[in-house]
Every structure is written in C-alpha cells, then in structure tokens.
C-alpha cells in the first residue's frame, strides 16, 4: 500500500513536472525568412542537401531535421503558429516548384505520403472556400 502511495502522489508528479516532453518547438528560429530560403537557389540547395544527410546543417537546419518526423506525425501539433506557417509555405512551394527534391524528402520523411493529402487537401478546402464567399 505505501509503495502505490509512492508510486501516485510522488513518482507520477514529478515525472510530469519534470519529464523531458515539451509542449512546442523551440521558437528560436521562427524569424528565420522562410521566402529568402526559397527564392535562394544556394540557400534552399543546402537546406534540402541538410535534410537528406548531404551536407552539414546550420543550427536552424538541424533542429528543423529533429523534429520534421514528430512533426508530421502529430500534424504539426508542438508548432508554433510561425512553424505551422512556415511548413504550409516550404510544402506547398516544394510541392509546385521542385518535385523530385519533395519526392526525395517525402520518401524519407513521410513515405506513405499520408502528409502530402493532408497538404493538398488543405489547399482544396481553402481553394472552395474562396470560390464559395464569391
């Protein structure tokens, strides 16, 4: 009995206050200029060179290659609004503009694609939603 008493009123406590789980991504680098990447030919190369284990990564990069798998496993769920804005913006324009660099990242990242539907279904729905308001 004082072993569950132990077990519920302290160990349960305080691995919740102090487990290692946070609730977001660090926002260090939600300012970085996610438009200045795309529109940087040398920029966006070393990004997707970083991403696929190609060359080395900035800071920026390597924390973006950390957490890309949770991610999209969760739907972006730990990102900050800028995160969530940044990763609609980097994904539709992989998407449109570099293809075979987006298949290469989706194989390694998100190989069921399931991520890519969730995009462009997103893209659908904010499409018919502007043609409704007309």
Sequence with gaps: MFMLFIISFIIVPVLKCC????STYTTQYDE????EIMDNERLLVAYIGCLL???????????????IPDALQSDCNKCSDKQ????DAWIEFMIDN???????LEERYNPDGS????????KHNATSNVDESK
């Design 53 to 67: 284990d190609k060359n080395p990564c900035t800071p920026e990069g390597k924390e973006l290659k950390r957490n």
């Design 115 to 122: 991520y890519r539907t969730k995009c462009l279904e997103s």
């Design 19 to 22: 487990g290692t789980e946070t």
């Design 32 to 35: 970085v200029d996610i438009k």
């Design 84 to 87: 969530r804005e940044n990763a």
């Design 98 to 104: 570099r293809p075979e660099d987006w298949t290469k």
